[in-house]
């Protein structure tokens, strides 16, 4: 009998057409799945089986009748909780937006809805998104499918999670400095950070609005592309919507892995590699750009010296714009209310925002509040815009070298769970790698390259395009994936450790 929890997104897309399964047989195998693991991986912050079946069994009618319907109509897909979903409970991973069903359907979830696919739940995800660990949730931390005493990344570890411990296919994160490819990179899965503007913001809740990007999350280069197809396109509720055609991402992961990458200028980012890299990590990606190199790619390096102060500038802008954003959160339009004898709205306020914002989320606004303050504005944020501008040049500057840039997603394999809860300075150097791409708009994606052999935890290869060029990441990761497959026999995600079935 076949596991179809094992299949790919397009493998199941492919096997619906040809009659082999149904849309309602595929949920339900995903729902089986969660509700055996679900107790040790806490994936899902709410799963929605009834509503999820209801679609499947709706695609199904359909596709009987004969009626045309979208590619990926009827495969299950798992939603992070920072977007908004109408009807269904949305809370960010914050108790202060605990029992908040919010009106109406972010435009992600609009588009998702209109590719009738079946939504399986939300998942789990530090608390607006402030984390690299999934440790900081209000409702628990999720546990990495590949060892359960380690973290799946942050924040979107709980879309990742789903993905490696097979209880969906497909999954959407939200990437502000890292938030899929770094999930992606220790959970042995696919992560795309679009370009800024490419997917549609409207019906995220935000964080930092000018690094913010929705993204796919897969568990293959093509399904990936596949879901960024779905997703992408202009919105006109979106103000920082980008007004032009979406490229057909599919067709450059497949033209990748069939032609290789003759000619294609490669080049490694010196900054982010060497000291503070694990050596099995370091090891994996030397021999991803071997792979390259016999896929007929050209590989070179380029330095990037504004990329020393980017962690440090992330740090000013996020929590600026974060503490902005968060005053919304003021126990009057919506949300929790702690009214704990308050004679003032004031008082209310302070002790809702108490009560329901974690650690992480009161550091951050406290920092952003200070560098926004009167005489301290130009002195942290202004300064830190203009290290932005500098690795925006930077980047302009490496791209006239090369058609991609390449670093480890990641400097090391998961750590384990509460390893690092009480170093906020070391959590956030995990993201070293990843935050350049949001300070500069542009895309990216982390890729599998392997297991590092110290830990057999899975590793990530990180693949940078100019802006709007988002369809070279899907060329070069599907031939990377290719012939990183044929070296392994199969799928990394094969080698991944079975877990422990609810009796």
Not at 217 to 239: I, N, Y
Not at 377 to 401: H, N, P, W
């Amino acid at each position: 009998m076949t596991d179809w929890t094992r299949k790919g997104a397009l493998e199941m897309a492919d096997a619906m057409a040809a009659g082999e399964v149904t849309s309602v047989e595929l949920t339900q195998a995903c729902l089986d799945r969660i509700a055996a693991v679900e107790a040790n991986v806490h994936a899902f912050l709410l799963v929605d089986a009834e509503g999820a079946l209801a679609t499947a069994a709706a695609v199904d009618a359909d596709r009987a009748a004969g009626k045309d319907l979208p590619r990926l109509a009827g495969v299950p897909i798992a939603i992070k909780d920072v977007l908004v979903t109408k009807g269904m409970e949305t809370t960010a991973g914050s108790k202060i937006l605990s029992g908040w069903i919010p009106p109406y359907d972010a435009t992600v979830t609009a588009k998702i809805r209109e590719a009738r696919m079946p939504i399986l739940g939300k998942t789990n995800m530090d608390e607006f998104a402030m984390g690299s660990s999934t440790e900081h949730s209000g409702y628990g931390p999720t546990h990495n499918p590949w060892d359960l005493d380690r973290i799946p990344g942050g924040s979107g570890g709980g879309s990742a999670a789903a993905l490696a411990a097979w209880e969906a296919p497909l999954a959407i994160g939200s990437d502000t400095g890292g938030s899929i490819r770094q999930p992606a990179s220790v959970t042995g899965t696919v992560g795309v950070k679009p370009t800024y503007g490419g997917v549609s913001r409207y019906g995220a809740i935000a964080l930092a609005s000018s690094l913010d990007q929705l993204g796919p999350c897969a568990r293959s280069v093509e399904d990936a592309a596949a879901l960024h197809q779905v997703m992408g396109g202009h919105d006109p509720m979106d103000a920082t919507s980008l007004d032009e055609p979406l490229p057909d991402f599919v067709a450059a992961a497949q033209e990748g892995r069939a032609n290789g990458l003759k000619g294609l200028k490669v080049a490694v980012i010196k900054e982010l590699g060497g000291e503070g890299y694990q050596a099995g990590v370091k090891q994996r990606f030397e021999e991803s750009l071997d792979l390259l190199r016999g896929l007929g790619a050209e590989i070179t390096e380029v330095s990037c010296p504004s990329f020393e102060y980017a962690l440090a500038a992330y740090y000013l802008i996020l929590p600026s714009e974060a503490s902005s954003n968060l005053a919304k959160f003021d126990s009057v339009r919506f949300g929790l209310r702690v009214d704990e004898g308050g004679t003032t709205i004031e008082r209310v306020m302070a002790a809702t925002r108490a009560e329901g914002f974690g650690d992480e989320v009161k550091r951050r606004i406290m920092l952003g509040t200070y560098a926004l303050s009167a005489g301290y504005y130009d002195a942290y944020y202004g300064s830190a815009q203009k290290v932005r501008t500098l690795i925006q040049r930077d980047f302009a500057a490496a791209f006239e070298q090369a058609d991609v840039l390449v670093s480890p997603t990641t400097p090391t394999t998961p750590f384990k769970l509460g390893e690092q809860l009480d170093d906020p300075l070391a959590m956030y150097l995990n993201d070293v790698a990843t935050i350049p791409a949001n300070l500069a708009g542009i895309p990216g994606m982390s890729l599998p390259s392997g297991l590092a052999p110290e830990d057999n935890l899975p590793v990530g290869f990180q693949i940078l395009a100019p802006a709007r060029e988002d369809a070279r990441l899907y060329r070069v990761g599907a031939a990377l994936e290719a012939a990183l497959t044929a070296q392994w026999g199969g799928s990394l995600m094969a080698q991944a450790p079975e877990l422990e079935v609810a009796r």
